[in-house]
């Protein structure tokens, strides 16, 4: 099997709008007893840039008793709010802190990107979260390479795009970079394109069958259940991609993580019923093919 590290964006367990910090804990206890090796905390799929810093620190102190397990999502649109949240980050020597770039204004200057990354890097080891679909920007490898000249430490990046070309760049042009892929769609290439891994916010519900694609990668069963989890991940956006994931733990593995944020509303009681249908019958499906 490839030393390919799994890393899951995990769900943040909300309850009237609140942190459940046992929901949060509990959740992400089963993510790494399921053989997850770290938890990234406040990205796109924990609804991130819906935390307040508040937030996020209280997210880190819940966890405090195993930072070398978590990653927590810094960027924002005010630098020194990420920089205050780095050096916290820093203090509880967690593994690593990821980082957004500047999102929402298109058009920033190039230079302005690299000193805002050479910013939180030069306090404390980044994972560039690149996300061009909703950041409006593209950090390729040029980029990166300058940031480290300027003084950063720019040590991975999770590349939520299916440029492979892109990612395969940045993996031949950065020195002593570690290149995780961020579709759910890319786990298994993440392992046949010989890359340090992926970031896959399926696992909150699925990392048995992420777990099966790593024994598999070099056989047709990591195709078929590459497959299966692309149709898991479809349901979940057929039924509201950022709010049916807490549906689809509850329906998998038995237990509550709360709720959505609004305005990210819980799904009807009748699509939990339909959602619920379609991956028992789903997994039924594939238990006569697959060991699940």
Excluded: C
Aim: charged share 25%; proline share 4%; hydrophobic share 35%.
């Amino acid at each position: 099997m490839s030393g390919n590290v799994s890393i899951i964006p995990i769900i943040t367990t909300f309850v009237n709008n609140k942190i459940d910090k046992n929901k949060l804990v509990n959740h992400g206890e089963h993510v790494l007893k399921g053989g997850m090796d770290y938890l990234f905390l406040a990205g796109t799929t924990g609804l991130g840039p819906s935390t307040s810093m508040e937030e996020r620190r209280y997210m880190l102190d819940a966890f405090s008793n195993i930072p070398d397990n978590i990653i927590l999502q810094v960027g924002s649109l005010n630098l020194e709010d990420s920089v205050e949240l780095t050096e916290y980050a820093k203090k509880i020597k967690i593994h690593a802190v990821g980082a957004l770039p500047p999102y929402y204004y298109n058009g920033m200057k190039t230079e302005w990107l690299i000193d805002y990354y050479v910013k939180i890097s030069g306090i404390y080891p980044t994972m560039i979260y690149n996300y061009p679909a909703t950041t409006g920007y593209n950090i390729t490898y040029d980029i990166i390479n300058e940031i480290n000249k300027k003084g950063g430490n720019i040590i991975g990046i999770k590349e939520t795009t299916f440029n492979l070309s892109d990612i395969l760049n940045v993996k031949y042009y950065v020195d002593n970079i570690s290149v995780y892929t961020g579709p759910d769609e890319y786990v298994l290439p993440s392992y046949r394109e010989n890359l340090d891994g992926f970031v896959s916010g399926a696992g909150n519900y699925a990392f048995d069958i992420l777990k099966k694609i790593g024994e598999n990668y070099n056989n047709h069963d990591g195709d078929r259940y590459q497959i299966l989890l692309n149709k898991l991940a479809g349901l979940s956006k057929k039924y509201g991609v950022m709010s049916s994931i807490y549906d689809m733990v509850e329906i998998m593995k038995g237990y509550s993580t709360g709720e959505p944020r609004e305005p990210f509303f819980k799904i009807s009681e009748n699509d939990h019923k339909n959602l619920e249908k379609e991956i028992n019958e789903l997994l039924l499906e594939n238990k006569k093919k697959l060991k699940i």
